[in-house]
């Protein structure tokens, strides 16, 4: 599968944006999706991972609240809509997949096998 992520930007602190990732090339609804991030100088971080079904969501205690992540096995995308946005989500987002990954290993992030190419989210305060 071939994933391809948008939607990056400047954004003031407490603004909000919204990415999107586009999957080609396989059976969409077969993958366990993730939204990563990484900042310079820190480990990569999953933020955001939502099931096959997109029945089960799962998230990182940093976003909880603020980032919504959800998907259209139609149009083969997920998104990530992001809220009250602070400095510190100032990162490189990742989408990833994944067709081993089943419900309750969604945050096991080594598991990821497939990665787009990021989009750049900056927050300035």
């Known amino acids: 599968v071939q994933l391809q992520a948008s939607g990056g930007g400047l954004v003031q602190a407490g603004g909000s944006l919204r990415l999107s990732c586009k999957a080609s090339g396989r059976t969409f609804n077969n993958y366990a999706m993730g939204w990563f991030r990484q900042a310079p100088g820190k480990e990569r971080e999953l933020v955001a991972a939502?099931?096959?079904?997109?029945?089960?969501?799962k998230y990182a205690d940093s976003v909880k609240g603020r980032f919504t992540i959800s998907r259209d096995n139609a149009r083969f995308t997920i998104d990530l809509r992001m809220s009250s946005l602070k400095s510190e989500d100032t990162a490189v987002y990742y989408c990833a997949a994944d067709e081993q990954i089943r419900a309750p290993r969604l945050f096991h992030s080594d598991e990821y096998e497939y990665w787009g190419q990021g989009t750049q989210v900056t927050v300035s305060s």
């Open positions: 939502i099931s096959r079904s997109g029945l089960q969501t």
